[in-house]
C-alpha cells in the first residue's frame, strides 16, 4: 500500500517524486545522496500516485518544499500551479516544482539535462538532419532543447499517434522557425541521412523492443536512447553494432535532477558522487 505525503513523520524539509509507477525510480538515491552529502537536513520520497489532487492537497499541509513530477502527471499536474516558467509555457510540460512564498512555481528540468548531456555533440549536429521519436512530454522537451541550443537543419518526427506529433509541431512553430520540422512515416525512415537519433519514446523499455531497423544505424551516427533502465535497449544495441556512437538516458536523469535540486537549494548537486553511489547500486 502507498504511503500518502501527511503520513511522512519527518521534521526535515520534504521534497518528493509524484507519479505511476515510481518504485524502480533512481531519483529518490540521486537526492537523498546529495543531501546527506551536503548536510542538509531534508529528505526525498517517491509518491505512487492514484490521486493527483488529493496528494497535492497533502503536500500543502506538510508545507512541501519541492517535488518532481513523472509519468503520467507532467501536464496533468499544470493547473494546480501558481506559475509557470518561460520554458513549461512553451514545452506543456512540468517535471519539477519549488515551493517559493507560498505559491508553486512549475520548471522542466527534462530540457536542460537533454541539452548539456549532447555539448559535447554541439558542431557534429550543427547544420545536420535529426531524427526524434516521439511526442509525448520529453519529446517536447527534448524538441526545446534541440530548437534553443543547438543549430540543426532539419527535425523529422516520427509519433505512433500522428496527431499528437502534428500538434507538437503546430504549438512549435513560433521557436526557431528557421528549423524544418516534418512528420515522418516509420516505412519513410530509412532513406534518410540522419547524424543524430533520439528515441524519446517509450518503446525499449521490454528488452527487446525498437521503432527502428538495425539496419538503419550507421557509422558515426549519434544515436541517443532517454530510456537508461535497461541501461542497453535494443535501440542502443542495434546502433552500437553499426558503429554509431550509443548514449542512454542515465547522464540525462543524473543532469535533469542537478538542475532540479539548484532550483530547490540554491546549490549545486555533487554530482560525481551521486555517479558513483548510483554505480555501487548496478
Ligand atoms: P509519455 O509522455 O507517456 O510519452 C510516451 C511516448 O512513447 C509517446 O510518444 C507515445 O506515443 C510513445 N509510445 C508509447 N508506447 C508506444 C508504442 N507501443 N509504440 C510506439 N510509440 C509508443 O512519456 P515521456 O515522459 O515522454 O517518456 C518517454 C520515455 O522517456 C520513457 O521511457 C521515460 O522513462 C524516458 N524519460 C527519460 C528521462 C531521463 O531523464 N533519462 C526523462 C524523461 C523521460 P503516442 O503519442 O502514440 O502514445
Not at 507532467?74 to 505559491?103: C, F, H, Q, R, W
Not at 535497461?230 to 542512454?248: C, D, E, K
Request: charged share 20%.
Amino acid at each position: 500500500m502507498s504511503i500518502r505525503p501527511t503520513e511522512i513523520n519527518s521534521s526535515k524539509k520534504l521534497y518528493a517524486l509524484l507519479g505511476s509507477p515510481v518504485q524502480h525510480s533512481l531519483s529518490p538515491l540521486i537526492h537523498n545522496t546529495s543531501f546527506e552529502i551536503l548536510g542538509l537536513d531534508s529528505v526525498y520520497h517517491a509518491f505512487d500516485v492514484h490521486d493527483l489532487g488529493q496528494v497535492l492537497r497533502d503536500l500543502k499541509v506538510r508545507c512541501i518544499q519541492g517535488f518532481n513530477v513523472t509519468v503520467p502527471y507532467k501536464e496533468s499536474v499544470m493547473p494546480y500551479l501558481d506559475e509557470l516558467s518561460n520554458e513549461v509555457k512553451i514545452i506543456g510540460a512540468v517535471n519539477t516544482v519549488v515551493e517559493k512564498n507560498g505559491k508553486w512555481i512549475g520548471h522542466n528540468t527534462d530540457a536542460k539535462g537533454f541539452s548539456r548531456t549532447l555539448r559535447p555533440y554541439k558542431n557534429a549536429v550543427a547544420n545536420q538532419n535529426i531524427l526524434l521519436l516521439g511526442a509525448g512530454g520529453s519529446a517536447r522537451a527534448v524538441l526545446y532543447a534541440l530548437l534553443i541550443d543547438y543549430e540543426p537543419k532539419k527535425i523529422f518526427i516520427f509519433n505512433r499517434t500522428k496527431e499528437r506529433a502534428l500538434n507538437m509541431i503546430e504549438e512549435f512553430k513560433t521557436l526557431r522557425p528557421e528549423v524544418e520540422r516534418l512528420f515522418i512515416s516509420l516505412s519513410s525512415i530509412a532513406g534518410l541521412d540522419i547524424t543524430l537519433a533520439v528515441n524519446a519514446s517509450s518503446v525499449g523499455m521490454k528488452p527487446d523492443e525498437c521503432l527502428l531497423g538495425a539496419d538503419f544505424f550507421k557509422q558515426g551516427m549519434i544515436a541517443y536512447d532517454l530510456i537508461y533502465n535497461p541501461a542497453s535497449t535494443l535501440f542502443l544495441r542495434h546502433a552500437r553494432a553499426s558503429g554509431a556512437i550509443g548514449i542512454n538516458g542515465l547522464e540525462m536523469l543524473i543532469e535533469q535532477a542537478a538542475a532540479a535540486f539548484e532550483i530547490w537549494t540554491g546549490q549545486a548537486m555533487p554530482a560525481n558522487e551521486v555517479r558513483k553511489k548510483l554505480g555501487q547500486k548496478s
